[in-house]
């Protein structure tokens, strides 16, 4: 009998420690909030998922970041000094870029007329701070999840965690 074809192997796919392939581009988020505090809150929480994480003290130059950085997604503070939050919204969304990038707004303005301006500033989602890490997980899993396959970003690094 004749010897069976070859069959072709794929080479295994190098790995890091924590699971992820070798080469693969991390997701990244864009933290933005005139508070020091809020953003090493929020950086070392997307962190822990695996996120890089760029992050800006005003609209100016988070505006500039999302020009010059392949983002995949932008937490936003509202009340900031010079542009506010609802203007940055707009302006990234007016980005070549921007216009699928998921935006959440995680503020502590909370009224109807506020959550309506960030509707039509065009972000994704609007959270009012205080957050519970639950909810603030929940939204960053559904922002990530509505762009890329769960297989996409499981293999970028993403690890939700366990609530």
């Given amino acids: 009998p004749a010897p069976a074809p070859a069959v072709e192997k794929r080479p295994e796919t190098a790995r890091r420690p924590d699971g992820t392939p070798v080469g693969a581009i991390p997701l990244r988020a864009l933290v933005v909030d005139d508070s020091p505090t809020i953003r090493t809150q929020l950086t070392a929480t997307l962190q822990r998922c695996g996120l890089d994480v760029l992050s800006a003290e005003d609209g100016e130059s988070a505006l500039a970041r999302a020009q010059s950085a ?30 699928h990038l998921p935006v959440v707004m995680l503020t502590s303005r909370s009224s109807p007329f506020d959550r309506a301006r960030g509707a039509l500033a065009g972000c994704d989602t609007y959270l009012v701070k205080p957050v519970t890490l639950k909810d603030f997980y929940a939204v960053v899993d559904k922002s990530l999840k509505k762009r890329f396959s769960a297989d996409e970003i499981a293999a970028r690094g993403y690890r939700p965690p366990n609530m």
Wanted: charged letters at 20%.
């Fill in 70 to 99: 392949v983002l995949d997604l932008v937490l936003l503070d509202v009340v900031m000094p010079g542009m506010n939050g609802y203007e940055l919204c707009r302006a990234i969304r007016a980005l070549p870029t921007g216009r």
